[in-house]
């Protein structure tokens, strides 16, 4: 079974910046897709960019693009999400998310959702 530990996540000013780490375990090392995704109060949630291991495609949503670089270390089992430049509409849960196998575009799951979820870190951006 697939599972997925967010940490990271904490209270940053407006251009600061934070790295989120997602601990991640039930993988396939060869074969699999991962994900940032993030809800806001009262928005619904948004996939903020995901990563797939055949041909390492990303995605980003434009929202963040330039600002946040998502990476991998197949060693330590982790997938980071690096944030800079963060500004106060970036405040939201984050949740990293997972497929095994996958067999869809990278822009397919990050617009839809992946299949495993883990259970969020809360990222304040203040003015």
């Known amino acids: 079974e697939v599972q997925l530990v967010e940490s990271g996540g904490g209270l940053v000013q407006a251009g600061g910046s934070l790295r989120l780490s997602c601990a991640a375990s039930?993988?396939?090392?060869?074969?699999?897709?991962v994900g940032w995704f993030r809800q806001a109060p009262g928005k619904e949630r948004e996939g903020v960019s995901c990563?797939?291991?055949?041909?390492?495609?990303?995605y980003y949503a434009d929202s963040v693009k330039g600002r946040f670089t998502i990476s991998t270390d197949n060693a330590k089992n982790t997938v980071y999400l690096q944030m800079d430049s963060l500004k106060p509409e970036d405040t939201a849960v984050y949740y990293c998310?997972?497929?095994?196998?996958?067999?869809?575009?990278?822009?397919?799951?990050?617009?839809?959702?992946?299949?495993?979820w883990g259970k969020g870190t809360l990222v304040t951006v203040s003015s």
């Open positions: 039930g993988l396939d090392s060869d074969s699999y897709a």
């Open positions: 990563f797939k291991s055949r041909f390492r495609t990303t």
């Open positions: 998310a997972a497929v095994r196998f996958p067999i869809r575009t990278i822009n397919y799951y990050c617009s839809n959702g992946m299949d495993f």
